[in-house]
């Protein structure tokens, strides 16, 4: 009973900035690690940034200077805060989040997906 819902994303320019928004509700008790992945067309889910409960980050080396991951806790909240985006970040980002229910229960659940287009 946990949902995560995606905003943000949309079509920017080479160049541009974009800032992912990821709301975490239902039975939550506590959010260990929440993460961004994505998905290009014709490729693999990858990982683009995690962070833990702690403020821990973790970028893939393609993000690495140009992408800030960041979270709000009392929201239950994660930010992905692109900046410099490339025509290769194009892809359906999607919220990842695990933790434990009210019942000390580990939950892992994924977003639907919020679509990111960089082009000119």
């Known amino acids: 009973q946990v949902q995560l819902v995606e905003s943000g994303g949309g079509l920017v320019q080479p160049g541009g900035s974009l800032r992912l928004s990821c709301a975490a509700s239902?039975?939550?008790?506590?959010?260990?690690?929440m993460g961004w992945y994505r998905q290009a067309p014709g490729k693999q889910r990858e990982l683009v940034a995690t962070?833990?409960?702690?403020?821990?980050?973790n970028y893939a080396d393609s993000v690495k200077g140009r992408f800030t991951i960041s979270r709000h806790n009392a929201k239950n909240t994660t930010y992905l805060l692109m900046n410099s985006l490339e025509p290769e970040d194009t892809a359906v980002y999607y919220c990842?989040?695990?933790?434990?229910?009210?019942?000390?229960?580990?939950?892992?659940?994924w977003g639907k997906g919020t679509l990111v287009t960089v082009s000119s």
């Open positions: 239902g039975s939550i008790f506590s959010i260990n690690a």
């Open positions: 990842n989040a695990d933790g434990k229910n009210t019942r000390g229960y580990r939950w892992d659940y």
């Open positions: 962070i833990t409960s702690g403020g821990s980050t």
